[in-house]
Every structure is written in structure tokens, then in C-alpha cells.
């Protein structure tokens, strides 16, 4: 590990050394060991508990942690002494899974509703790859599951014989010129389809029931767009009764006075999507009415979607949208047509849908009105949102309060996915994460959270970077200079409510616009709970990087740096570490993003991950975290 040669000729050798325990570690082992050389189990539960912040610490929670240092670092001397040295307590602080930064356990209230949360969300959950040509499989579902997402989506088609759904990625309106097919419009066949291979849809519902629960016991979303016939609709509709039987929630009324809890919903499965389709034509004329159905239906999604600049083209998107709608209502809305799709089995598929997606007639400000006895979906592009933030951006707002899941593509390994996966390490990593209070309280004139407002310093987050160890055992030793050991920096950065908000955002938006612009907000509107804002992603607030330490695997930085807090609630510490290039762009040696307002004070073991968010199997700093 410490030769690298050079021209073929010469041999650079490097010393390779452990880092010494920070003053700050040397300081609190004396202290709390008094002068000693050995620190008992009384003392560390002194330590974790006054210096650590660890307030619940127990000396049966000091012992386990003497006995697992000892295991790990003397097998012999856990049989001989129940005390830790200085290296041993250095050890236990650098160890992640004794040490961790967040806690790992739920601890929020789970016992509100639905709506009172945000709510971890995949798109696409299903693709291996890039949305063109990757493959559908069950696998990317069951990675996200394990990662602790609560929402899965997936796009639901016909297969060729027509006579099985299967999933398979499709872009509404937009054919490849490589893709010939002979009627544009059919639906069956490959309007709107890309090149990705499709896997069969009961093959991914029965992944979801083996994996659901292995990450988080509260209950999982299954958002299907679907471009089925009625048919079809009505085998989907026996295919996830059989498959989930009694874990499907869905509500026995139509109005209900608030959706039930996380916690009410333990291993449950929801289904969303839109009600079936009203088809007006006989069985013998189905062909007609699909047609003309995906006319309406590409005409409805461009009027949602296209991106424009005035007020004026939003207000002739939402009557061109109004005008579609008219005609082609859910079946709530529509009791005749209603009537006639349970000549075609739509009831026993509309049965299982307990939260409705849809875009009711009447404009955009009709559609942000919040329906006290329904629930429903609305899904918005990234254009249509940035869009629907100038012109309607306070009814925006308000709507978004009832139900917000913040959905994210995880395709590419962009920093907006690294700060939704950072806020969704809050509560345990179970998925849910509860609104902060202020954003659930009303004012006496129905005022919003306003971002652009001065605010006040609730308190001071201190960073302290000790050092950093593990790259020699993650890495080739030339993965990051062919000639000599890495150069590593570590850069910082904290996003939170803050300067450099646009004036026209009267969205202060859920942590969900990924680099790629394929990533949405969805919101569900429940009920009348109260008229708030919610706060996400910002732009950077703070950034701070530390000097670079040349040719060593095992880097000590010591460095502090300072971050006011104006909306501690919302805050995400981003930590980065780079390998410094001269002549090209610096090599990424890990990251990870992590919640303010779950960090424990004290000196701990930070794991870092790779670009898609995996955890490295040793690379890690070692931190500390102080409010003041």
C-alpha cells in the first residue's frame, strides 16, 4: 500500500500510519476516566450520558458496548478486564454502528393523519436503468422497499395479446421515430412506449407483498398510471385482492373525516390511481373509444404540463384542461357513465383505490380546492409546478398542507436525491417523516410559511471534522492517483431556510427537483386539516471546506466551522469528501446527508456513502456536533 511506482523505473514508497486519537478524545477519556488508564462502565455511562448527550444511557448500556470493543479488538482480554484504554475508547467512538450521528429507532408521533407527514417516494420504482432502454424488473422495487421507500410506482400496460398487464416504462404522447407502429394512437400496442422490457405485474406485486414490511411496518403506496382497458382493469382488480387479501386498506365511505394514522396503518397496503374511465361506446365499439379516451388524455396532460412564461397561457391551460374534463369526468362525478362501467367489472377496481388521483374540471384554482369528503391525487411535472408557483402559488401552498409525498426519480445520482435521501434518514428511516409544528399551525388570517422572510437565529450548529479513515480499505490503493495516496478535502455544506430563494417561488419546495427534471411533487389532498405551507429544498445557505491534507490515507483535518439556524426543522448538513486534483476534476471520495435536527451532540462516527447512496463498508469520519 505505500510504494507506487513511477516511469517503471523508480519506487515512491509512503509510510503508512494510524492517526492518533484527537486532543478532544485524549481530553474526555482523562476527564472522564479521572487521570486513569482504564475507563470503567460507570465512567462511560458518565460520558455518554454528559458529554455524549445521551441522556437514557444505562450502565448495561455502557457494559455491552466495553464487551463488543473488546471482542472486536482483544479476544483474549474480554475474559480478563471489563475496561476500555484510550485506543479502545477511540475505537468505540469511531465506530458507526456504536456511534451512530442520528438515531436509528422511530421516535416521532406516528399517531396522526396520513396527511401530516412527508412521505418517502420512488418514481419509476421499477426500472433498472435510464427511463429509454433499461429493463423493468421486480429487483429495483425490492432495493427501494429495503431502502425504506413507502411509495412504488408503476406504469401498467397491456401486454401484446391483450389479454395481461404488465409493467413497462411509457412516455404519454411521445412516440420513438425508431418505433414504428400503425395506428399513433392505439394504446395497446406502442403509444407512448420506449424501449425498456417489460416485466409482468404480478410478478412485481407479489415482490411488494415479500418485501414491503422488511425495512419499515408502516403502510405502502402503490401508485399505478394505468392505460387499461376495463377488462384489464377488472383481472388487476383480482390480481391484487388475491395477492394482498387482507393487507389492503381501502375506506368503507367515500367521506371520512380525516385518513387514519401511520400507525393505524401498520402493514398495509393502499392502492392510488385514477377511478376507471367512464366508456361511453359499447363493447363492440371499444376501439373507438380508446382512441378517442387517449386523444383526451394526451390533450389533458399537455395542458398540465406545458411550460410558459405569463399568467395568461397558465389560465388557457386550465380551460383548455376544464374543457377536456368536461367530457371525461372520474366516476364520482358521473353517475350514468358510472352505471355503465359496472357493465364492464369497473366497480371491483375502483373498490381497492383508497386514494383517487385525477384532475377535476373547473381550472387550476377549482383544482386546488381543498374537497373536505375526498381524497385525492394531484401529480405535477416540474414545468407545470414552477409554472403553477407564479400565478397560483398561495392556493399552491394551502394545498399542498393536506398531503405531501415528496417523490423522487432515483435515477442518476444527483444532489437532489442525496438531500431526499438525507431527509428521509429522519424517524428511524421508516419513510415517514412528521411536518414540523409550525407548518401545521394557522394563523389568524390564514397566513403561509414565507420563506422569504426575515427570520430570527433559533440556534447555532458548531461542525467540528477530527479525521477521516477507511479509503485504504474501500479502494484500490491507486484508484485515486496512480503515483501517490490521495489528497482528501472535506466540503460541507448546509442547506436551511435561508438567503438566494428566487422572489417568484411562493413555493418553498418538498425536497424532490432532481438534476434530470424527472422528479415530482405529489400531494394528496385530505380533508380540511388547516391552511400551512411546506418547506424543502432551498438553495445552498452555507458552504465550508477544509484544507487538503497531502498523501495520506488516513487524513486529520481538525477543523471547525459555525452554521446559524433559522428553520432548524427543515435544515440538512450535506458532508462531502473530495481527493484533490491538479489537473482534473477532483476524484469523489464519499458522502452522506444527514437532518440537523436529528443530529446527536457529541463526537461521532460519520459513515460515508458512493454516489447512488450505498453505504461504503469502512470509509467514515469521525465529528462532532454542538448547538449552542
Request: proline share 6%; charged share 25%.
Amino acid at each position: 500500500m505505500g510504494n507506487y511506482k513511477m516511469c517503471m523505473f523508480f519506487t515512491r514508497k509512503f509510510r503508512i500510519r494510524e492517526a492518533e486519537p484527537p486532543l478532544d478524545v485524549k481530553e474526555a477519556f482523562a476527564t472522564f476516566s479521572e487521570g486513569g488508564a482504564q475507563m470503567t462502565a460507570e465512567q462511560l455511562r458518565q460520558f455518554l450520558v454528559e458529554f455524549q448527550g445521551d441522556l437514557d444511557a444505562t450502565i448495561s448500556d455502557a457494559e455491552r458496548i466495553i464487551e463488543q470493543i473488546l471482542q472486536r479488538r482483544h479476544h483474549i482480554a474480554k475474559f480478563t478486564r471489563n475496561t476500555l484504554t484510550l485506543d479502545d475508547f477511540h475505537h468505540f467512538l469511531f465506530s458507526e454502528d456504536l456511534n451512530a450521528p442520528i438515531r436509528s429507532q422511530v421516535h416521532q408521533d406516528m399517531t396522526a393523519p396520513l396527511s401530516h407527514y412527508f412521505i418517502y417516494t420512488g418514481h419509476n420504482s421499477y426500472l433498472t436503468g435510464n427511463q429509454l432502454s433499461s429493463d423493468c424488473s421486480d429487483v429495483p422495487i425490492i432495493k427501494a422497499l429495503n431502502r425504506g421507500l413507502r411509495v412504488i410506482e408503476l406504469d401498467i400496460w397491456p401486454n401484446s395479446a391483450k389479454d395481461d398487464v404488465q409493467v413497462l416504462h411509457g412516455r404519454s404522447g411521445w412516440v420513438p421515430a425508431f418505433m414504428p407502429c400503425e395506428n399513433i394512437k392505439c394504446p395497446q400496442h406502442c403509444y407512448g412506449r420506449t424501449l425498456t422490457t417489460p416485466v409482468t405485474l404480478i410478478k412485481c406485486l407479489r415482490s411488494i407483498k415479500e418485501h414491503a414490511f422488511s425495512a419499515s411496518p408502516y403502510p405502502v403506496i402503490i401508485t399505478l398510471e394505468d392505460h387499461l382497458t376495463p377488462d384489464l382493469q377488472a383481472k388487476v382488480a383480482r390480481m391484487v385482492t388475491e395477492t394482498f387479501g387482507d393487507m389492503l386498506f381501502y375506506p368503507e365511505s367515500q367521506s371520512l373525516e380525516e385518513f387514519p394514522s401511520p400507525d393505524a396503518l401498520k402493514y398495509r397496503i393502499i392502492i392510488s390511481t385514477k377511478p376507471p374511465k367512464e366508456y361511453l361506446e359499447s363493447k363492440g365499439s371499444k376501439d373507438k373509444g380508446n382512441d378517442l379516451q387517449e386523444e383526451k388524455d394526451s390533450s389533458d396532460d399537455e395542458a398540465w404540463t406545458k411550460v410558459s412564461n405569463s399568467t395568461a397561457e397558465l389560465e388557457a391551460d386550465d380551460k383548455s384542461d376544464s374543457d377536456s374534463n368536461e367530457h371525461n369526468q372520474d366516476d364520482e362525478d358521473n353517475d350514468d357513465s358510472d352505471c355503465k362501467s359496472r357493465q364492464l367489472g369497473a366497480p371491483e377496481y375502483k373498490r381497492l383505490i383508497a386514494i383517487h388521483a385525477g384532475k377535476p374540471k373547473g381550472g387550476f384554482k377549482e383544482v386546488l380546492k381543498v374537497e373536505p369528503d375526498k381524497v385525492r391525487r394531484l401529480s405535477l411535472s416540474e414545468q407545470a409546478l414552477e409554472k403553477a408557483t407564479v400565478s397560483h402559488g398561495t392556493e399552491l401552498v394551502r394545498y399542498l398542507l393536506h398531503f405531501s409525498i415528496a417523490r423522487c426519480l432515483e435515477e442518476g445520482h444527483g444532489k437532489s436525491l442525496r438531500l431526499m435521501q438525507g431527509m428521509f434518514r429522519s424517524n428511524g428511516g421508516c419513510g415517514y417523516v412528521k411536518k414540523p409544528d409550525f407548518l401545521m399551525k394557522v394563523g389568524p388570517h390564514n397566513p403561509v410559511f414565507d420563506p422569504n422572510a426575515e427570520l430570527p437565529v433559533k440556534k447555532t450548529l458548531k461542525v467540528r471534522v477530527y479525521m477521516g479513515d477507511g479509503w485504504r480499505l474501500d479502494f484500490k490503493k491507486t484508484h485515486f492517483d496512480s503515483y501517490s495516496p490521495p489528497d482528501f478535502y472535506v466540503r460541507i455544506t448546509l442547506y436551511s431556510h435561508g438567503n438566494g430563494i428566487s422572489a417568484n417561488s411562493a413555493l418553498y419546495r418538498v425536497l424532490s427537483l432532481e438534476e434530470q427534471s424527472h422528479c415530482r411533487i405529489y400531494n394528496i389532498a385530505v380533508y380540511h386539516m388547516g391552511t400551512v405551507g411546506i418547506a424543502g429544498v432551498p438553495v445552498d445557505a452555507t458552504m465550508n471546506k477544509t484544507k487538503t491534507i497531502e498523501d495520506d490515507w488516513t487524513p486529520v483535518w481538525d477543523e471547525e466551522f459555525t452554521f446559524p439556524l433559522t428553520v432548524p426543522e427543515l435544515a440538512l448538513l450535506r458532508i462531502e469528501v473530495y481527493e484533490y486534483d491538479t489537473t482534473q476534476k477532483d476524484d469523489f471520495g464519499g458522502q452522506i446527508c444527514l437532518p440537523v435536527s436529528e443530529l446527536r451532540p457529541g463526537i461521532r462516527a460519520v459513515p460515508l456513502h458512493n454516489r447512488k447512496g450505498e453505504k461504503y463498508k469502512s470509509v467514515r469520519l469521525l465529528m462532532r456536533f454542538a448547538f449552542v
